[in-house]
């Protein structure tokens, strides 16, 4: 069983293309957020975790999702985390993660995706996305293969930089830049609600025809990556940065 947790698309895409080599079923865990649903699934293949890399770790909302979600049947569980550079030392925490659940961790693989989160890095233009793209397509099916054989997946070295900036950093990185504070929206808005549709945490409301943020938000970068009419601004760190958004709906 599949599940992915995506803001501008390079999980969900990953995802898809994992469960497509696999054979597997597939599961949003936008929707579960959206729906408010921590329910309870079973499966008897291996449970496999798609998501972006938030501050070299996995996001903590989906961490927190799948700490009060049930999961029955198979204990192997695979992740799988796209990433602009690299994913630091998340394999440690997701390990914590599946002692917790009850998971027979079977490793962590990263993927080099378009970086998207322009709120606080410079974004690749849309051909270097697409070149990105493409040499990334027989990672995720290497990956998605020694999934479906039953094998583990190869584990990285880990630096003490690693350590730090999955450690010490992801704290103050939440700490200090995760918040909505900054987005605003200008004349150029055609009141379309995408924002509002694609927000996971349902943090975004159209009032006046505007989007307003509501303080719960994660930084999954959605709402100004899809925005069709390059309406949504965050601060002044993403003016004149590429808009990167291959979500499918």
């Not at 929707?31 to 996001?59: H, K």
């Not at 322009?118 to 020694?146: H, N, W, Y």
């Amino acid at each position: 069983m599949i599940f992915y947790f995506s803001g501008t698309g390079n999980s969900q895409l990953a995802a898809k293309k994992i469960a497509d080599i696999t054979e597997d079923e597939l599961i949003s865990i936008n929707q579960q957020l959206r729906e408010n649903q921590t329910g309870a699934f079973c499966s008897d293949r291996p449970f496999v975790f798609v998501t972006p890399t938030y501050a070299w770790r996995i996001p903590r909302i989906v961490e927190e999702w799948i700490r009060d979600t049930r999961f029955d049947g198979n204990r192997d569980a695979y992740f799988v985390l796209t990433c602009g550079d690299n994913c630091g030392n998340a394999a440690k925490y997701v390990h914590e993660l599946c002692a917790v659940k009850g998971f027979h961790f079977r490793g962590l693989a990263q993927i080099a995706m378009p970086e998207n989160y322009l709120a606080m890095f410079p974004t690749p233009g849309g051909a270097e996305c697409r070149e990105i793209l493409q040499k990334a397509d027989p990672v995720i099916e290497a990956i998605s293969k020694t999934i479906k054989n039953g094998e583990p997946l190869p584990q990285k070295h880990i630096s003490p930089a690693d350590r730090i900036m999955s450690g010490p950093v992801n704290g103050m990185f939440y700490a200090l830049f995760v918040h909505d504070k900054k987005f605003t929206v200008t004349d150029a808005c055609v009141s379309c609600g995408k924002c509002a549709r694609r927000c996971p945490l349902n943090n975004i409301t159209l009032e006046d025809g505007k989007p307003v943020w509501h303080g719960n938000c994660t930084h999954c970068m959605a709402c100004i990556g899809g925005c069709p009419a390059k309406a949504i601004e965050y601060g002044a760190k993403s003016r004149s940065r590429h808009r990167y958004y291959i979500a499918e709906e």
